[in-house]
């Protein structure tokens, strides 16, 4: 067995105050121990960043399945990597996986944890399975496909669109035929949406503007159709801009993951009810016995060149504490990956 | 054509601030003009009385289809009458009707109202017809069999339990085998509905009181099915209290129908998400073309004595406005209804 360079990890350094800044996070080298029985070790070649793990650095947050992230402990998160060594039946070394760990760069694991298999050899570029054909993608895809059902005719309203879902969601739209518009903070995202992204429309979002106003300006004949990745005060513009039996996907609430006080509701319920609205929230890990079926629809969109997989990518593990960040500035387009090793996987 | 007397109507005498208060209208006495081409004429026996109307009183409310009630004017609510004159081909003298007319003891329509009308021979007592076969009854129905389906193993939680419609649901959820739970604002109604309603159980908002706590001690395992006329801090809590891939039903929010101001929303959006919950809302009126259906189901119960229709009624159109704060103030058991005229139907 070869020796191993030491391992080096994010951990958290304290908890995050509203957005997470480089500096609630600290690097921190330990040496890789030997495996024990029933055990395998992964070597992570791209760590995926996902503005959802937020909610669980909060020291009352998670649950018994998942719980509040500990603190000085190896940041959880979902990387991409090979199993280079195995005393576990089922993990032999070569083995490629995309998992549940840490923000590492080895990872140790019982099996216990959250774990995808991927090809042996693989049909796109690694990082595309943590963006497209990844956790981001699955997140677009059952959201539109389980609950979302656009179609032609529908104005389909997509909040956090240049982000890493929100750039699936909204070409998955577009292919079903439906009118897309997506919101973003920026000029910059929204020219990217519209020009390289194929959406029909972008709504900035503007401090002191009214946001509903803006919505209904990029659609004027009522929105069918709300993904929501951001929540707040934009998931109650939305509510104001639905049409009667209009769909509401909630994803994911970036505008809530920055705080410990909760976000304000959106104060319009009772038009849920005069509207007949439905809204439905879902998870994307929960659906992982079908991650096969949308990795094919997903992958098959990838091939045909009817989907493009973007991403704001950084090098080494030390930049993953400011990856992190960038997702609540909103600095990038599309999806966020580390890669840390300058190596194929 | 026999000469009518004087038709008494209840007007919005200004809009109410808050809760209505029977200040808030006035009686007005006018002729009973002649009916033109096209116009039949109904006495009005019975006067239901719906929170939900209160939404209209409000300047900025209504929309094209429903616009708000104007100062003056008689106010729109639901009635229950005989056609007594008709110059309309489709009106015939001693039709039984439920229609959207207004506060008054007799009206004109052209047949443009929402109008159901009731079959020649009733098996009912009238007034039956405005509780549990009518729109109360309907949205008890429609939001149990449409949207809630509860089940055997299910805790359905209820708000508003002993009012109008909660009181239908929570014999509706019964039926289905649920394990059903009200949520009630004084110990009276909890006592009703636990030993006149079938009711398992009861929970008591009192003010500065924790509500989840007091939900969860009712209902130690979740709630997987929420039935809510009360919205606000109401839903809020039942969110919280929600069990995975629990449904919440929307009938109304008699919480936010009292003011010009909107409701706090709900401040836990995010655990929709995380718990993967299904939020739909839904209007009774809307689901007209299948009152015969509910009718008929309602009726088999009715019948069969698997359901009571519990009234709170009161007697002459200047009771009106005082039977409409009733329901407010939380001083109805079950179906507020005012009887017009000391007649059989």
């Not at 709504?203 to 993904?227: H, M």
């Amino acid at each position: 067995m070869k020796v191993l360079a030491e391992n080096r990890s994010i951990v958290l350094a304290k908890r995050p105050d509203g957005a997470p800044k480089v500096t609630d996070f600290a690097l921190q080298t330990s040496d890789n121990l030997p495996l024990e029985a029933g055990q395998f070790r992964c070597r992570n070649h791209y760590v995926s960043l996902d503005a959802g793990f937020r909610n669980w650095m909060n020291e009352n947050s998670g649950d018994d399945i998942l719980p509040a992230m500990a603190l000085g402990s190896p940041v959880m998160g979902l990387v991409l990597g090979e199993v280079i060594e195995s005393r576990h039946p089922d993990y032999t070394a070569g083995d490629k996986l995309m998992a549940r760990f840490a923000w590492q760069e080895y990872s140790v694991s019982d099996g216990s944890d959250f774990i995808a298999r991927l090809p042996a050899h693989l049909a796109f570029p690694p990082s595309a399975y943590m963006g497209v054909l990844g956790d981001t993608g699955m997140s677009a895809y059952f959201g539109m496909t389980d609950i979302g059902h656009p179609g032609p005719g529908d104005c389909v309203l997509i909040s956090g669109a240049g982000g890493a879902v929100g750039s699936i969601a909204g070409q998955l739209a577009k292919i079903q035929g439906a009118y897309v518009v997506g919101i973003v903070g920026s000029q910059a995202k929204a020219d990217w949406i519209t020009t390289q992204l194929g959406y029909d429309a972008a709504v900035i979002r503007r401090q002191g503007e009214p946001l509903l106003a803006s919505i209904l300006e990029r659609c004027p004949n009522g929105v069918d159709l709300f993904f929501d990745n951001v929540g707040g005060s934009v998931l109650e513009a939305a509510i104001a801009a639905m049409n009667p039996h209009g769909r509401l996907v909630l994803c994911g609430a970036i505008s809530g993951y920055g705080s410990d006080e909760p976000l304000p509701g959106p104060s319009n319920m009772f038009d849920v009810v005069t509207k007949e609205l439905k809204i439905q929230g879902f998870m994307t890990h929960l659906r992982h016995d079908r991650y096969g079926e949308a990795m094919a629809a997903l992958g098959g969109y990838l091939s045909q060149g009817k989907i493009k997989s973007p991403e704001h990518m950084l090098y080494g593990i030390e930049r993953v504490p400011q990856a992190f960040a960038d997702l609540f500035a909103g600095r990038n387009f599309g999806k966020t990956i580390v890669n840390l090793i300058d190596q194929p996987l």
